[in-house]
């Protein structure tokens, strides 16, 4: 089992630039593929990006392709986000996740077994 904790979000005039991280407990760390996820108010949670296990290949959501970059350093556990160009439609609650499964799709919430608590982003406009 793995544990997860955001660090990071903020309120944030539009666009300017926030660096999320995810601490994550435990030896395994580098055996899950991660991925990052927002929800607004009253809306799904939706998919952000995500990373394979080492970190050779990357996904994004067609709505920040370009803007965020996703990253993770396995010898400190830890997975990043870099938001660039923030937008006031990028104002939620972002959280990590991991998932045990290497296959599949990365882009299902549905996918991912362990999640953070998440942490607030709010883009003013």
């Known amino acids: 089992q793995v544990q997860l904790v955001e660090s990071g979000g903020g309120l944030v005039q539009a666009g300017g630039s926030l660096r999320l991280s995810c601490a994550a407990s435990?030896?395994?760390?580098?055996?899950?593929?991660m991925g990052w996820f927002r929800q607004a108010p009253e809306k799904e949670r939706e998919f952000v990006a995500a990373?394979?296990?080492?970190?050779?290949?990357?996904y994004y959501a067609d709505s920040v392709k370009g803007r965020f970059t996703i990253s993770r350093d396995n010898a400190k556990n830890t997975l990043y986000l870099q938001m660039n160009s923030l937008k006031p439609e990028d104002t939620a609650v972002y959280y990590c996740?991991?998932?045990?499964?290497?296959?599949?799709?990365?882009?299902?919430?549905?996918?991912?077994?362990?999640w953070g608590q998440g942490t607030q982003v709010t883009v003013s406009s």
């Open positions: 435990g030896r395994t760390f580098s055996s899950y593929p």
């Open positions: 990373i394979s296990s080492i970190g050779s290949s990357t």
């Open positions: 996740a991991a998932r045990k499964r290497r296959g599949g799709s990365y882009y299902s919430k549905s996918e991912y077994d362990y």
